[in-house]
């Protein structure tokens, strides 16, 4: 009898350790959401100071910053047109009140110029595009004109090859780009995470 008492005890005792760390997995992702979504609430444009942050003990202010962090980084991404940017600005500066390594300061300002130099060379390209496409429309109105007895004109992204061609250019375009982004971005949680 007490050998099968011995073994109860000992699942006893095992179901209480796993409830244990279940209830600390449980606080650590509370913690780590309360993060998120006070980096979501900033982002968002509501008055949260993320500086705060840094102010609560040891092992919260740990995963706060990670679940805020998480969130900001998110919204760092490759702008579709130069507007769209002001996300990524934002989630920026949420990284710089977050972040207390004196690198970060460098890390963002590295990932501001690789967003402007996204947007810089995706124009450019565009531009080269359209200046091949134009050449061969103008031809095509030529022929065109001429067979209709009237004038034609169209745009270089009217082209049918246009699309087909601009979307190979984005592709490579947003691979080149947001890999230099990622590696950043990594980066940047080792510094302030780690």
Known sequence: MAEIRSTLEMVLERAARLEAEAGDSLATEEKSQEGMRLAAQYMRGEEIDLALLLAKPEGERRLLVQGAL????????????????????????????????????????????????????????????????????????????????????REPDQHPQFAEEWQKVMVQLNEKYGNALDQHKTYTQQLVAG
């Open 70 to 153: 998480a969130t900001l980084l998110r919204n760092i991404t490759l702008p579709r047109e130069g507007d769209d940017q002001a996300g990524a600005d934002r989630a920026m500066q949420g990284m710089l009140q977050v972040g207390q390594d004196p690198q970060l300061q460098a890390v963002v300002e590295e990932m501001k110029k690789i967003l402007g130099q996204f947007l810089q060379h995706k124009e450019q390209l565009r531009g080269q595009i359209e200046e091949q496409f134009a050449q061969q429309m103008a031809t095509t109105e030529h022929s065109m004109g001429q067979q209709t007895g009237g004038q034609v004109k």
